[in-house]
């Protein structure tokens, strides 16, 4: 067993549910993320696998069909997963998140609507909050739904949404009017049911195609464009407008978990991949990894993934006994997303000119790293979030 990033005081179920994952990655993912990842290849057949296990409802209370599992338990999953393709972590990412927020927010008659074919995969979810002209500053949102007799009509644009085009379920953040003086308590989150694909899916609603990137390929980043988009005001996540902002950003700080997660599992298979061929290549008589320079880099790149990893799950173990953890949970999404570039980049320089091909895995990683720099928000609004609530904990009482 590798001696990185375990997590103690497991339960059975746990280590077995992460046992089996890994021997999955192991098995069904690592040889052939390659080959997927460079063809921009949708993995079907992973999807599939990760269906069969039960992975999309790993988080879905049982009475609806999933697992029941906590989001520590989730995290970790997650991690296991991005080490083999953190692509393939993404398809399950946005659909954990919806699934989040439906559970703790919807409706009774949304969750029996939703979560059992979540459960199974049968209802895949997105997630939109971005737009094309918008940053971090979500109560800006343009995109507005207008009050009718039978419901609302959305119109707008929405960005960089991932599974856009293979959901058929967006949970969608846009402007109401509700009164409310703050812009961010004119804001509500939509339930959109849509069929897959790409072109005009629905009257009204186009997901144009996909965006190509410069990583995280095989999953599908696209935009989508609300023209006359019509839809029931039973939609209405919580049948609660004006809630959206809140409902989402409590998605959003499981999601900073899970971005966490993800860069943790890129480092852990980057310290791997180093560490192996380290004791592979050979100069001046010697592996390299006895030369003092790359031994002490080794030494660091493990030092941060151990790090990353105990940040991470100290955030899952915080959210899930009920208390906030949006410091905790910004300050592991920051640190290991900065880890984990810092690692993958060690890993690179390891490796050599052989960094450079193609035919070595580090270079895919070192194309997938940078995106957990900005997923889930930039290291910079991370910084605001943990400053903010550390001067909230230690305000001065001169």
Not at 272 to 281: C, G, T
Not at 313 to 329: H, I, T
Request: aromatic share 8%; with cysteine.
């Amino acid at each position: 067993m590798a001696r990185l990033a375990q997590t103690a005081g497991l339960t059975d179920v746990q280590s077995e549910i992460l046992a089996t994952v890994r021997q999955f990655v192991d098995k069904e993912v690592i040889p052939h993320a390659q080959e997927l990842e460079h063809a921009d290849t949708y993995p079907a057949d992973i999807v599939a696998g990760m269906k069969e296990m039960g992975l999309f409802g790993i988080t879905i209370p049982e009475s609806y069909g999933g697992l029941g599992e906590s989001l520590l338990t989730y995290a970790l999953v997650v991690e296991e997963i991005a080490r083999g393709w953190m692509s393939v972590s993404g398809v399950i990412n946005t659909h954990f998140i919806v699934a989040h927020m439906i559970s703790r927010h919807g409706t009774e008659a949304q969750k029996q609507h939703f979560l059992p074919r979540m459960a199974t995969g049968e209802v895949r979810g997105s997630f939109s909050m971005s737009e094309p002209d918008l940053g971090s500053d979500v109560a800006a949102i343009k995109t507005k739904a207008k009050k009718t007799d039978d419901g609302y009509v959305i119109d707008g644009s929405k960005m960089w949404l991932t599974n856009g085009g293979s959901s058929n379920l967006i949970a969608l953040l846009v402007k109401t009017d509700e009164g409310a003086e703050k812009p961010h308590q004119n804001l509500t989150t939509f339930l959109v049911e849509k069929p897959e694909g790409f072109g005009e899916v629905a009257p009204g609603l186009t997901i144009p195609g996909k965006i190509d990137k410069m990583g995280y390929k095989g999953v599908d980043t696209t935009e989508a464009v609300f023209d006359g988009y019509k839809i029931g005001a039973d939609m209405v996540l919580g049948e609660a407008p004006g809630k959206g902002f809140a409902y989402m950003m409590d998605g959003v700080e499981v999601g900073r978990v899970n971005v966490a997660a993800r860069a943790c599992g890129i480092a852990i298979r980057a310290f791997e991949l180093a560490v192996e061929y380290a004791q592979q290549r050979k100069t001046f008589g010697k592996a390299i990894a006895e030369h003092q320079a790359v031994a002490f880099k080794l030494a660091e790149m493990a030092t941060k993934v151990e790090a990353a990893h105990l940040m991470m799950v100290n955030a899952a173990r915080l959210k899930d006994s009920g208390a906030r953890n949006d410091v905790e949970a910004g300050m592991a999404k920051l640190i290991a997303s900065e880890y984990c570039a810092e690692v993958t980049q060690d890993a690179f320089r390891i490796h050599g000119g052989y960094g450079y091909s193609k035919e070595y895995e580090i270079e895919r990683l070192m194309r997938e790293a940078p995106f957990l720099l900005i997923g889930e928000g930039t290291s910079e609004i991370q910084k605001t979030i943990i400053s903010r609530g550390l001067l909230r904990e230690y305000k001065s009482r001169s």
